[in-house]
Nanobody, 121 residues
Framework: QVQIVESGGGLVQSGGSLTLSCTAS????????MGWYRQAPGKEREVVAT???????NYADSVKGRFTVSRDNAKNAMYLQMNNLKPEDTAIYYC???????????????WGQGTQVTVSS
């Protein structure tokens, strides 16, 4: 019954910007961590940015200074503001939501369907 919905992907020129959105619904457990991942052609899926339940944020080195991740806890939503996009950012971007807490641990992890981001040179 949990559903992860993503939006915001598209085609943009190098140097442009996009904002991705992710919303989790269908379950009323605490969100332990939300994260953005991406998978480029011929590569394995990699983490882009994560946000913990306490607000801790981690970015991949390749996106630091260009991408900003944020959460709206009331809406169970997460956003990824991507600026100064580069061709190497081209990938399918996935939202991951992990339910749980610091006391009981992980109580389930779910993936969105992915949204395509294509950056032309």
């Amino acid at each position: 019954q949990v559903q992860i919905v993503e939006s915001g992907g598209g085609l943009v020129q190098s140097g442009g910007s996009l904002t991705l959105s992710c919303t989790a619904s269908g379950k009323r457990f605490d969100i332990f961590v939300m994260g953005w991942y991406r998978q480029a052609p011929g590569k394995e899926r990699e983490v882009v940015a994560t946000v913990t339940n306490t607000g801790g944020i981690n970015y991949a080195d390749s996106v630091k200074g260009r991408f900003t991740v944020s959460r709206d806890n009331a809406k169970n939503a997460m956003y990824l503001q991507m600026n100064n996009l580069k061709p190497e950012d081209t990938a399918i971007y996935y939202c991951n939501v992990v339910f749980g807490n610091d006391y009981s641990g992980v109580d389930g992890a779910y993936w969105g369907q992915g949204t395509q981001v294509t950056v032309s040179s």
